[in-house]
């Protein structure tokens, strides 16, 4: 552990935080969107859902998504999982865990001290990788149906959810902290 939060802490640096940024929001902004869109196609319905953009669903729900989809729809939904699936969770968790790093190591203080809260975004990439494990072994079993890998996907997709948020308010909360030790040290300069 004392490894990856020696290597997390010398890569929280601007820069990288940059870079994870602009790769993050190719996927949020482009490929993410496009391959939703696919779905979306695929399966007739403009609203449809990917499995792994719910917070939980039950094994009647996850039959019903792949029926739906058609048999080119679950190879593109695998395609998805298989490929882009497992870049876009590393660069999301590298990205909060990075971005958490910097900010609070700028706040200082309590801030800089729970600098190992950092570590949990990474945790929800373990955990999103879990899930596509899960959503794929039930696109390969299709028709026949896996209701105890559908209830393990959901389960480890609302755990991934809940680590998701966790890395948003952490990096929330490293800007606002961030922010204030910065008018802290203008008003203590301006006196």
Do not use: C
């Amino acid at each position: 552990m004392d490894i990856l939060f020696n290597f997390l802490t010398r890569a929280a640096t601007g820069r990288n935080v940059l870079m994870l940024l602009v790769l993050y929001l190719f996927f949020v902004a482009y490929a993410l969107p496009h391959a939703a869109a696919t779905l979306q196609q695929d399966s007739g319905q403009p609203d449809f859902e990917p499995l792994d953009l719910r917070f939980g669903f039950s094994p009647e729900e996850a039959w019903q998504a792949l029926e739906a989809l058609g048999p080119v729809g679950r190879e593109h939904y695998r395609s998805a999982e298989t490929i882009m699936d497992v870049f876009y969770p590393l660069t999301y968790g590298l990205f909060f865990s990075l971005l958490m790093l910097f900010l609070f190591q700028k706040a200082g203080g309590r801030l800089a001290r729970m600098r190992w809260l950092a570590v949990l975004p990474l945790v929800g990439t373990l955990f999103d990788w879990l899930e596509n494990f899960g959503i794929v072994r039930l696109i390969d079993v299709f028709p026949a149906r896996a209701d105890g890998w559908a209830q393990f996907a959901a389960a480890v997709g609302e755990i991934k959810w809940l680590f998701a948020f966790i890395g948003i308010v952490g990096s929330l909360t490293g800007l606002v902290g961030w922010m204030m030790a910065r008018w802290k040290a203008r008003s203590g300069n301006a006196g």
